[in-house]
């Protein structure tokens, strides 16, 4: 995508009303949104009866009308600020800053060890398994790192987190491309690194298939448009081996820069001879490849715009009310503004069209597996969205080049923090379960057990997972079976 005339976006960012028609314009989308406030505020106060469809009905509106008004050409004089150059940290410097701030920011993962799955993909690892029968998928490379960090998962949390802070850098590379400024691109970063809903991705071993999958699109995206169409491909097949939901790798390049449609062009044809090839090695694992219905498409167009734009836990906004008013409300209103900002400027609003569509595209390929639960139990599936999302929202922030939007930016970034750092309690809550299991395993064979049976097994803790699987992993060689003795019977109560 080309880049964005500064002096334009300046003179868009700080125009002068002077036509009837645009304030009328003006006027209802801000009524729109101060609809979608009041939904917000009876809907998480729990007034009125106000459902979640109410709001999905009432964001649809908005932003249909939105674009229609932002397509209009501007009428208005325009106010032209003296050029400066925008302020933005060199490349070197984004990818040290993002590798600090992820350590800082989700060091207690690294205590958290394996949990559920962890021990049934440290198995496969173990046994060499990387293109084996023994698992639905084919992610060979996630199991390469498994099989590096053998029985130490400090290891496999540290390349987790790494890898999270680069994502965060190529994001803020990634946002040039689509025109943000350079101060905007370190928003965007800074936003994805700090985004509330990302726990279960990062701060959980298993969460790095999705990790090194948005590694490798990003990477591959970011090598097209330096026209290196080798390492495009390379990092794009280094994607689909971590995760299959990188065959939407293609539709974010075109999304991204469509001047690089030749590389776009090998890319789709490399995933399509992956999905060929995937689909005759290993059948599609059940509830893949359900057909679509109109449901399923209303939830996909919906429901990851909804986690993205509230990501906490149900309880906490039940608990607080207020932030998931703050939240939803505010939203609306920035996007109005940047509507009135860009009025007129169409490379602006193909670019937040681009975004906005970029979530739409990454989540496609799991349309009839998307769910993200009220304990933000699925809310790996947005990582590779948010990567858009952030981008989208920093543009939305930061409309103009006035430095007041800074303080928009302190807070929203704040509100990420906090939100990471509360999701952080769950797993934290789970590895205790976790330890409390296997201890009570561990003193059941020293006592000359080889099967237990363990009654009320813990599947998870508010949305963090505990043995939903892996148990009978993490206790070998002790079997789980019900016709143990009486003696080696342990009850998990919690």
């Known amino acids: 995508m080309p880049p964005v005339n500064t002096a334009e976006l300046v003179a868009a960012g ?29 809907y998480y106060f729990r007034v009125g009866g106000v459902r979640r469809h109410h709001l999905e009905s009432a964001w649809i509106w908005l932003a249909a009308a939105c674009v229609v008004f932002a397509l209009a050409p501007r009428r208005s004089a325009a106010v032209r600020e003296p050029s400066t150059e925008p302020w933005g940290p060199p490349a070197r410097m984004t990818f040290v800053v993002a590798l600090v701030l992820a350590v800082a920011v989700y060091y207690p993962a690294l205590g958290l060890g394996f949990l559920s799955d962890d021990f049934t993909l440290a198995d496969l690892a173990a046994r060499n398994q990387f293109f084996g029968q023994s698992w639905a998928f084919l992610r060979p490379l996630p199991l390469l790192g498994y ?6 998962p400090a290891a496999l949390h540290v390349f987790n987190l790494v890898l999270h802070g680069v994502n965060a850098a190529l994001v803020s590379r990634l946002a ?40 490798g699109v990003l990477g591959s995206i970011l090598a097209a448009t330096a026209s290196s169409a080798a390492l495009s491909m390379a990092a794009l097949i280094a994607s689909l081996f971590s995760k299959e939901t990188a065959v939407a790798a293609p539709v974010l390049m075109v999304l991204s820069n469509r001047q690089r449609w030749r590389i776009a062009a090998g890319a789709f044809v490399v995933a399509a001879a992956y999905a060929v090839w995937r689909i005759a090695t290993k059948p599609i694992a059940q509830g893949y490849a359900a057909s679509p219905s109109p449901y ?25 009310p207020w932030l998931g008013t703050l939240l939803v409300g505010g939203l609306a209103v920035l996007i109005v503004r940047a509507a009135w900002a860009w009025r007129g400027n169409r490379r602006r609003i193909w670019m937040a069209s681009a975004l906005a569509l970029w979530v739409f595209v990454s989540v496609a390929p799991v349309y ?14 947005v990582y590779l969205p948010a990567a858009g999302w952030s981008m ?18 302190a807070a929203v970034c704040a509100i990420g923090l906090v939100g990471v750092r509360m999701n952080f309690v769950a797993w934290t809550s789970a590895a205790r379960m976790r330890d409390e299991v296997l ?6 064979r020293a006592a000359g057990c080889t099967a237990i049976w363990i009654r009320d097994v813990p599947d998870s803790v508010h949305g963090a997972y505990v043995f939903r699987n892996g148990l009978a992993e993490a206790v070998a060689p002790v079997a789980i079976s019900s016709s143990a003795p009486p003696d080696c019977w342990i009850r998990a109560a919690f």
């Open 14 to 42: 700080n125009s002068v009303p002077r036509d009837r028609r645009e304030l009328g314009g003006l006027a209802v989308l801000l009524l729109i949104a101060a609809y979608i406030a009041t939904l917000a505020f009876a």
């Open 147 to 152: 099989k590096v960090a053998g029985g130490h």
């Open 176 to 215: 040039m491309v689509f025109g943000l400024a350079p101060r905007q691109a370190s928003v965007a970063g800074l936003l994805f690194l700090l985004f509330p809903a990302h726990l279960e991705a990062v701060a959980w071993c298993a969460g790095i298939q999705d990790v090194l999958m948005t590694t």
């Open 296 to 320: 399923l498409l209303k939830e996909l167009l919906v429901r990851p715009f909804a986690t993205l734009a509230a990501p906490f836990q149900a309880a906490r906004l039940t608990e607080w």
């Open 368 to 381: 009839s597996m998307f769910d993200v639960t009220g304990t933000l139990e699925g809310s790996r599936y």
């Open 392 to 409: 989208l929202i920093a543009a939305v922030l930061m409309p103009g080049r006035s430095r007041r939007d800074l303080g928009l930016v």
């Open 439 to 444: 201890s009570a395993a561990a003193r059941a």
